[in-house]
């Protein structure tokens, strides 16, 4: 007969389909996160291009990150002897162990503080974010804006949830919004150590910023971020978000206390960051390098996925770095990217944030089943979880294929051949 064959077929392959995604997954996710199979190396090396090839085998690669990153802000000769972060730790008579996540995660009690906790009470990060969209600032705020100490929106719009700032002036420049905002911030008067400018279309790490500025002394002038050099003058581009220190903000409150100060500041649209880097400049301010030991760049006014694999390195961003970036991507400390939609940042947010993945053998997030199911009953149970079938003690293959089948459909072709016969074949 044609349709017990088919049955049993098709049983199988519904098996085999489940067995199988569960490989694709089970292989997808290992790779991703332990990375060193062959077969995923071989289908890419079949495009030819090496840098994606090389950068795919860092992205996929374990090995270095027990590494310290050392940032090269950290040369500063005024630092002394403090020149990493494992050094000021050390100062400040704090000692880090790894946790065991499943336990930090699933176990009953919380007995350590995470370290990124520890740095947002011991490093005072202020975010001020300038606001286009409002979409972007409430994701903001319901994702990175919420590790920041204090978080200051200015803009036009308004929002019911998101406490955006309306300066109501009206602005000659964009210079003098951002000296608006300076001044706003300084006169609000938080305790504050730094201060991170941003605009709406981007994601900020506090937790890594914060690792950045943690070996620095705020009462010092400090103005980070990624500098090009135009016409002569060094500056930190806005859409890689900025950074200066709270001395750096006294002297700028100093400098520009009120509007006509800040009117008379700059006059052109788009070019705040550079009217910032030239007043700093006559302060004697000027841009720290921000790359880490392999001088790979953090802040960053590219999206990720484009600095991994779309951009084409010959815009000024590049060609004029004050520092250039080399060797791969970004830092594994990298603090900014840009994010231009609300999903991506939330989807951003998720992975960064919530998605944990345990890779050694759990206790309490991955146990095991306490008694494990025998194969002959495994049936058993889904035909109780997924029809509410008790009463079963022993079914036909045909009357559990019928159950099945009532539920779940084949592909089409097969459906049809089966509904042709169904009228002859049909029990009863
Ligand atoms: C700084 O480091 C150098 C070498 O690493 C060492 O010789 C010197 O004693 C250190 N100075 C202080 C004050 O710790
Ligand atoms: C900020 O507040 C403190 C007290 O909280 C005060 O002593 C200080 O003068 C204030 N500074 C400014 C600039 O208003
Ligand atoms: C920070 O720098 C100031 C001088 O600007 C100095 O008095 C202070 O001791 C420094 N703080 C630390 C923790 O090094
Ligand atoms: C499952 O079936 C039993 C009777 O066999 C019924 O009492 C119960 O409400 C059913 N549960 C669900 C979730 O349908
Ligand atoms: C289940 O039913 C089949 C016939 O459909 C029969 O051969 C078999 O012995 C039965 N097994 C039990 C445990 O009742």
Avoid at 80 to 104: A, E, H, P
Avoid at 242 to 261: D, R, T
Avoid at 313 to 334: D, F, H, V
């Amino acid at each position: 007969m044609y349709l017990p064959y088919f049955k049993l077929q098709s049983t199988f392959l519904v098996g085999f389909g489940i067995g199988f995604i569960l490989a694709i997954l089970t292989f997808i996710v290992h790779d991703a996160f332990n990375g060193t199979s062959s077969t995923f190396e071989n289908s890419l090396s079949n495009t030819n291009d090496a840098r994606r090839n090389s950068l795919l085998k860092w992205l996929t690669s374990d090995t270095r990150n027990n590494e310290e990153i050392i940032m090269q802000v950290w040369k500063d000769q005024m630092l002394g002897n403090k020149s990493t972060y494992g050094q000021w730790l050390t100062d400040k008579n704090v000692r880090t162990n790894n946790i065991d996540m499943d336990f930090y995660l699933y176990g009953s009690t919380r007995e350590q503080e995470l370290e990124s906790d520890w740095l947002g009470s011991n490093v005072q990060l202020t975010c001020v974010v300038f606001v286009k969209k409002v979409k972007l600032a409430k994701s903001i705020w319901n994702t990175w804006g919420k590790r920041c100490n204090n978080i200051y929106f200015f803009g036009q719009e308004k929002d019911p949830e998101v406490p955006i700032i309306n300066l109501e002036l009206k602005l000659v420049s964009s210079w003098q919004l951002l000296c608006e905002a300076f001044n706003y911030v300084w006169r609000d008067n938080k305790t504050m150590d730094w201060l991170v400018f941003s605009k709406d279309d981007t994601l900020v790490v506090p937790e890594n910023l914060r690792y950045m500025l943690a070996p620095l002394n705020h009462t010092r002038d400090y103005y980070l971020g990624h500098a090009v050099v135009l016409w002569g003058q060094p500056y930190n581009v806005a859409d890689a978000g900025y950074v200066i220190s709270m001395a750096v903000l006294g002297k700028l409150a100093n400098m520009f206390g009120n509007s006509e100060k800040c009117i008379t500041g700059g006059k052109y649209w788009k070019q705040e960051d550079y009217y910032l880097a030239k007043h700093l400049a006559s302060m004697g301010i000027f841009p720290s390098d921000t790359r880490d030991q392999y001088l790979r760049g953090t802040f960053h006014g590219y999206s990720l996925q484009s600095l991994l694999w779309g951009v084409v390195k010959t815009g000024s961003y590049w060609t004029r770095a004050l520092y250039p970036i080399q060797n791969e991507c970004c830092s594994l400390m990298s603090v900014t990217f840009n994010v231009g939609e609300p999903d991506k940042m939330y989807t951003l947010d998720y992975l960064l944030h919530h998605l944990y993945i345990i890779k050694k053998e759990a206790v309490f997030g991955t146990r095991r089943a306490p008694t494990a199911v025998p194969d002959e009953d495994v049936w058993k149970i889904a035909l109780k979880e997924e029809f509410n079938i008790t009463h079963l003690k022993n079914i036909s293959k045909d009357a559990y294929y019928e159950i099945w089948h009532s539920k779940y459909s084949e592909p089409g072709q097969l459906m049809t051949k089966n509904d042709q016969r169904k009228g002859l074949d049909k029990p009863n």
